[in-house]
């Protein structure tokens, strides 16, 4: 039995596991990390032709996010996109058989054009569904959360987040928040504040920014809230940049960040990367010349030089997208 246990536990982790991949030269390596690098900044149409090289080398995860890329770009379900969604699902990538399950409710549908597959929607949910129920009741806690996705079922996404996983912990914060559950009023705050607290602490940058605003909201927690937004934009997160940027330029003042026209101009000079993804260029070309204008000629080229090296030890920008988008 326990030989079993163990047998059952490895195939589990192998189902789950983000390391598990195809053997990819370094030039489809590259490719595939500059594709997904993309994908985050929410450029799909550019994301694809690297995406499509790790693809085309049996990469299920590529195959994946072309799918999603595809998918993104035409806003519907296309026959191009299913089928980088079949070769994943095929090596049992359980978020492409979610989405091609979700495909009875695509735009495809009420377009009547939906491409046709080996499986019908149900038949790729149950797929998904047996595959990922024996990881869960094993204690995987990304496949608690997919159960989740799978059943809507709340006590999965509860059982998923007390595992740990910080996806899940955010959603029910969000949750909690819009008045899931049952609490006493000062409770239920309370409950938000540490889903959020969990969530940061587990690394998922967009929760980094939501505690950082609910310490200062509930307890005005100045140093907390300073210290979220800072691991946010470490972490790269798109949100956390534009605004650790903006405070430390005072452009405006909040939460109390010392004046830092070099490093503030800097993290906003980043977002210049985003153009074309997030319409964030709007808030670059209003928000840069605003700091640039209380800065020397000096400072500024100081500011470059600091960008630049930050851009070579941190993560590159992203929004964060869930893997399983809608």
């Not at 490719?31 to 694809?48: M, R, V």
């Not at 049996?58 to 072309?66: A, G, M």
């Not at 927690?221 to 949100?239: C, F, K, P, T």
């Not at 990367?273 to 000629?297: C, F, H, R």
Request: contains cysteine.
């Amino acid at each position: 039995m326990q030989l079993i246990n163990f047998m059952m536990c490895g195939f589990l982790a192998l189902i789950f596991s983000a390391t598990v991949e195809a053997q990819l030269t370094q030039q489809q390596k590259e490719a595939k990390i500059k594709g997904l690098e993309l994908y985050n900044q929410y450029k799909a149409i550019s994301a694809t032709p690297f995406l499509q090289i790790a693809a085309n080398a049996d990469d299920k995860e590529s195959q994946y996010y072309l799918g999603e890329a595809i998918r993104k770009n035409k806003r519907y379900m296309t026959e191009d996109a299913q089928k980088w969604y079949e070769a994943a699902a095929n090596q049992n990538n359980i978020y492409a058989m979610i989405q091609l399950g979700r495909s009875g409710n695509d735009l495809c549908t009420a377009m009547d054009n939906c491409p046709k597959s080996k499986n019908t929607p149900a038949q790729w949910l149950k797929s998904a569904l047996d595959l990922t129920a024996p990881a869960a009741e094993h204690g995987n806690p990304e496949a608690m959360y997919l159960m989740y996705e799978l059943t809507l079922k709340q006590e999965w996404l509860e059982k998923s987040a007390n595992s740990g996983y910080a996806l899940a912990q955010y959603w029910m914060a969000t949750g909690t928040r819009q008045g899931d559950g049952f609490f006493l009023p000062w409770k239920r705050n309370e409950a938000v504040g540490n889903w959020l607290k969990l969530s940061a602490e587990g690394g998922y940058p967009p929760a980094m920014m939501e505690y950082a605003a609910f310490i200062f909201e509930d307890k005005g927690d100045l140093a907390v809230a300073r210290h979220w937004i800072s691991e946010a934009a470490n972490a790269g997160y798109q949100s956390g940049i534009s605004s650790y940027g903006a405070y430390l330029a005072h452009s405006p003042s909040l939460y109390d960040f010392p004046l830092d026209l070099v490093k503030g101009y800097a993290l906003t000079s980043l977002l210049k990367d985003l153009d074309g993804g997030g319409d964030v260029q709007v808030y670059v070309n209003e928000t840069l010349p605003e700091i640039a204008s209380k800065m020397k000629p000096e400072q500024i080229s100081e500011a470059t030089e600091f960008a630049k090296k930050w851009k070579a030890t941190h993560p590159p920008l992203s929004f964060f997208p869930e893997k399983l988008s809608r």
